[in-house]
Nanobody
Framework: QVQLVESGGDSVQAGGSLKLSCKAS????????MGWFRQSPGEFREGVAV?????????RDSVKGRFTISLDNRENTLYLYLEMNRLKPEDTATYYC????????????????????WGQGTQVTVSS
């Protein structure tokens, strides 16, 4: 499994912006999904944004137009980013970076349960 380390979480006012980063030690597979998930106390971990190795992206409806996921491959190291703009109090959660292999024919993996590698999480708090 690939090791993932997130950073960038902080406390901001509503309407503010943050950029989360995730460094991956190694590649999940030659084809893969990498994504950002979030979890609030008492809630299920939910998918926020997912990117495939081919660059295609998926976003949950509540973040479309505000969040941007991107992937950078520098010196054989994968960096996953989540740029978050116009943040809302309901975006408050612990954000996790995750990765998993993309099998042939797989469409989108947006459920947390199918991801094999996880980071430790980074806290995002948005105050009104």
């Amino acid at each position: 499994q690939v090791q993932l380390v997130e950073s960038g979480g902080d406390s901001v006012q509503a309407g503010g912006s943050l950029k989360l980063s995730c460094k991956a030690s190694g590649y999940p597979s030659s084809t893969y999904f990498m994504g950002w998930f979030r979890q609030s106390p008492g809630e299920f971990r939910e998918g926020v944004a997912v990117i495939r190795d081919d660059g295609d992206t998926w976003y949950r409806d509540s973040v479309k137009g505000r969040f941007t996921i991107s992937l950078d491959n520098r010196e054989n190291t994968l960096y996953l980013y989540l740029e978050m703009n116009r943040l809302k109090p309901e975006d408050t959660a612990t954000y996790y970076c995750a990765a998993t292999r993309r099998p042939p024919g797989a469409t989108w993996y947006t459920l947390a349960t199918v991801y094999q590698s996880w980071g430790q999480g980074t806290q995002v708090t948005v105050s009104s």
